[in-house]
Nanobody
């Protein structure tokens, strides 16, 4: 199992920037990818961005060009740089990690609140 701890959320005005980070620790498993989902009140959790262990990235269309996902060389920390934030980006952001030991697993962090004021 992988434990994930997010940090970096907060309150920012529209047009501003925030950076999130997520540290993975725990069993010595090989993480295949890490990424971010978000969930706004009354809405389903939605995909935001993903980075694989070879550095390939994917983004939800509404954040592409504004958000950048990156990881460290040890592949145990993932970052999300969020620029040009909009009120609709307000949500709890959850980090996740994909790993397998012959069976695919996904572990989640507890989430960090991002609030963008208009």
């Amino acid at each position: 199992q992988v434990q994930l701890v997010e940090s970096g959320g907060g309150l920012v005005q529209a047009g501003g920037s925030l950076s999130l980070s997520c540290d993975a620790s725990g069993s010595s498993v090989s993480i295949n990818a890490m990424g971010w989902y978000r969930q706004a009140p009354g809405k389903q959790r939605e995909f935001v961005a993903r980075i694989s262990n070879i550095g390939s990235t994917n983004y939800e269309p509404s954040v592409k060009g504004r958000f950048t996902i990156s990881g460290d060389n040890a592949k145990t920390t993932v970052y999300l740089q969020m620029n040009s934030l909009k009120p609709e980006d307000s949500a709890v952001y959850f980090c996740y990690a994909e790993w397998d030991n012959g069976v695919s697993h996904i572990d989640w962090g507890q989430g960090t609140q991002v609030t963008v004021s208009s």
